[in-house]
């Protein structure tokens, strides 16, 4: 499916086939979604073009979302991994032709000139303008570009929350735990509205509107999130979570059904709550991933002294996108993060010309390698989140 094709211009009669389309899913994907996610959301019944722009909790927030919408086909701005899935790509096309974006970078031109030619026909876009799901139920912010968009949209912005998505479906979990989720919509910003503000207010006011702190509204109601069959709670934890806080090494944790352990003997368990057990030293995700972020900016974290690897992972799977979203395998193997680049398989990749870097769900990450799009997968529980973070790190150091 050529990138061309995936963003092509919609007519009003394309619209209208989509809303038809949407309105016989909606029916039949409501009660599944309601019961298996516990999932309560708000009607919003407001005439398009609208622009709705959501905090992102989970891998299934595009449907969670458009439940609230049973009259607007949503048109959502994806990453362009949903458009190299083969038929699932072409039916996704086939519902609601979702506008393909780089992952990791903000909306580019291209991508705007897609939404607003989409408003132009009567459309609905919907943005999860932080750009990723959450790895510690905090809110990130979103892309500061987002503001502009919206003034010059002349749609009704639609700010929505997702609540308790972090506990039911966490970023790096596999299974669906249900406990209680909710959907709504915040405000309500007319075309008119949008005009007397600038920019910068209008992103500031989308930032107050979806902020979601999963571990505060945790503290105060207290929701066990759990499930009848393959309750492992505490599964693949360990792709958000990769420094030890007793050994302080990097990639010896190990998540078993409840339990995150570490090769040296630290243990603890990841409650029904979301809670680790015993709360020392650190009580929530949240807690240890800010830690664990601020000694990995200092470089504060025990490797062998004697080889020039800093950590690695085994089995990992490079791929190059060779042209219309297709992806072809290159190398597998170790990868290997050294100080200034990152080895597989003999493929050598210089941090500094490494321009754009993101993860899809916990298994993959992505990056441009001199103007090239490469792709890095594993299998295996495997925290790619430290690769991210050293060359974000690796950048700001040498701005």
Same mark, same amino acid.
């Given at each position: 499916?050529?990138?061309?094709?995936?963003?092509?211009?919609?007519?009003?009669?394309?619209?209208?086939?989509?809303?038809?389309?949407?309105?016989?899913?909606?029916?039949?994907?409501? @009660?599944?979604?309601?019961?298996?996610?516990?999932? &309560?959301?708000?009607?919003?019944?407001?005439?398009?073009?609208?622009?709705?722009?959501?905090?992102? *909790?989970?891998?299934?927030? @595009?449907?969670?979302? =458009?439940?609230?919408?049973?009259?607007?086909?949503?048109?959502?701005?994806?990453? +362009?991994?949903?458009?190299?899935?083969?038929?699932?790509?072409?039916?996704?096309?086939?519902?609601? =032709?979702?506008?393909?974006?780089?992952?990791?970078?903000?909306?580019?031109?291209?991508?705007?000139?897609?939404?607003?030619?989409?408003?132009?026909?009567?459309?609905?876009?919907?943005?999860?303008?932080?750009? +990723? &799901?959450?790895?510690?139920?905090?809110s990130i912010g979103i892309f500061p570009a987002t503001g502009k968009l919206a003034k010059i949209s002349g749609a009704t912005l639609v700010t929505y929350r997702l609540e308790g998505g972090y506990f039911t479906l966490p970023r790096w979990g596999k299974y669906v735990r249900r406990g209680k989720m909710h959907g709504h919509p915040v405000n309500v910003y007319p075309p008119e509205a949008l005009k007397k503000m600038t920019p910068q207010q209008i992103t500031d006011a989308i930032n107050r509107d979806i902020y979601e702190d999963a571990f505060a509204r945790q503290r105060e109601e207290q929701v066990s999130y759990t499930r009848r069959i393959f309750y492992r709670p505490a599964n693949f934890i360990e792709s958000a979570l990769f420094l030890c806080p007793k050994c302080n090494r990097i990639g010896h944790m190990h998540s078993k059904i409840d339990t995150l352990s570490c090769d040296c003997g630290f243990k603890v368990v990841y409650t029904p709550q979301g809670f680790f057990n015993p709360g020392e030293p650190f009580e929530?995700?949240?807690?240890?991933?800010?830690?664990?972020?601020?000694?990995?900016?200092?470089?504060?974290?025990?490797?062998?002294? *004697?080889?020039? +690897?800093?950590?690695?992972?085994?089995?990992?799977?490079?791929?190059? +996108?060779?042209?219309?979203?297709?992806?072809?395998?290159?190398?597998?193997?170790?990868?290997?993060?050294?100080?200034?680049?990152? &080895?597989?398989?003999?493929?050598?990749?210089?941090?500094?010309?490494?321009?754009?870097? =993101?993860?899809?769900?916990?298994?993959?990450?992505?990056?441009?390698?001199?103007?090239?799009?490469?792709?890095?997968?594993?299998?295996n529980p495997t925290c790619l989140r430290k690769y991210l973070a050293y060359w974000e790190n690796y950048n700001e150091d040498h701005a």
């Open positions: 499916m050529s990138e061309a094709y995936i963003n092509r211009p919609l007519t009003k009669a394309d619209v209208a086939h989509h809303n038809r389309v949407w309105r016989r899913f909606f029916w039949s994907l409501r @009660p599944f979604f309601e019961k298996e996610f516990a999932y &309560t959301h708000e009607d919003v019944v407001l005439k398009a073009p609208l622009l709705v722009i959501s905090n992102h *909790v989970t891998r299934w927030d @595009p449907l969670m979302v =458009a439940l609230s919408f049973p009259r607007n086909q949503l048109y959502f701005v994806a990453s +362009e991994h949903l458009f190299r899935l083969g038929f699932l790509s072409n039916l996704l096309h086939y519902i609601g =032709a979702p506008i393909a974006k780089k992952k990791g970078s903000s909306v580019a031109a291209d991508t705007v000139m897609t939404c607003m030619r989409r408003f132009r026909v009567g459309g609905s876009v919907a943005i999860f303008a932080e750009g +990723e &799901t959450t790895w510690d139920g905090k929530t995700v949240e807690e240890w991933d800010r830690w664990q972020m601020e000694q990995f900016r200092k470089g504060a974290y025990e490797h062998d002294p *004697v080889s020039d +690897e800093l950590f690695g992972d085994d089995d990992l799977t490079l791929s190059m +996108e060779i042209g219309n979203y297709i992806q072809f395998p290159q190398g597998r193997g170790h990868l290997t993060q050294l100080e200034h680049s990152l &080895t597989i398989d003999g493929w050598f990749f210089l941090e500094k010309n490494i321009r754009n870097m =993101a993860i899809v769900k916990y298994d993959t990450l992505l990056f441009t390698y001199d103007d090239q799009y490469y792709e890095l997968k594993t299998k």
